[in-house]
């Protein structure tokens, strides 16, 4: 599957539990998110949810927070301003129900604390992506994707084109 070219190229475990939650729309997507992370939470019994980010994947905070699992949620406070953008409505979210908001800036620490959340509830821990990138650089310097994909180092541009609001206007 394609899931597993990026388990595989990365060097990742697989995960224990593949939810398979895509609906025919988003409201089934969505339900399907919290009803099946809602049966894996129950079943495993986590000491806590580590939440990164503000994908849909994010709304199993909402099962979560039902079965008394502590929240912690990494990329806390981050926002745009958009309610068009489907990740704002999630941040809010996920951000709201945690029970501890890990914020990368200070910038978002203030959010959060303008919207309400106990400073006591929020951390600044700054980007994990440094530590991400040293400990992977090894393994990038090795790669081969360029010559797999014929590029020239320095004469190509990698553009990331997946967001809703980039693609569907």
Not at 19 to 45: C, F, H, P, Q, R
Not at 104 to 121: A, C, F, M, N, P
Not at 129 to 150: A, F, G, P
């Amino acid at each position: 599957t394609l899931n597993d070219v990026f388990f595989d190229e990365l060097g990742l475990r697989k995960p224990n539990h593949f939810l398979g939650v895509v609906g025919n729309d988003l409201g089934e997507t969505m339900g399907n998110i919290i009803a099946e992370s809602y049966k894996v939470i129950s079943k495993e019994k986590p000491d806590a949810l580590l939440v990164l980010g503000d994908t849909n994947s994010c709304l199993a905070a909402v099962s979560a927070k039902r079965l008394k699992v502590p929240i912690f949620h990494m990329e806390a406070g981050n926002r745009c301003f958009d309610q068009n953008v489907p990740e704002e409505i999630n941040r809010k979210i996920v951000d709201h129900v945690s029970d501890i908001n890990l914020a990368y800036t200070e910038h978002s620490r203030r959010y959060l604390l303008s919207e309400g959340i106990r400073k006591e509830h929020i951390f600044v821990t700054g980007s994990p992506i440094k530590e991400v990138l040293t400990k992977n650089m090894d393994m990038i310097e090795k790669s081969d994707i360029l010559e797999k994909l014929e590029l020239e180092k320095g004469k190509y541009i990698l553009v990331s084109a997946h967001r809703e609001e980039n693609i569907d206007n």
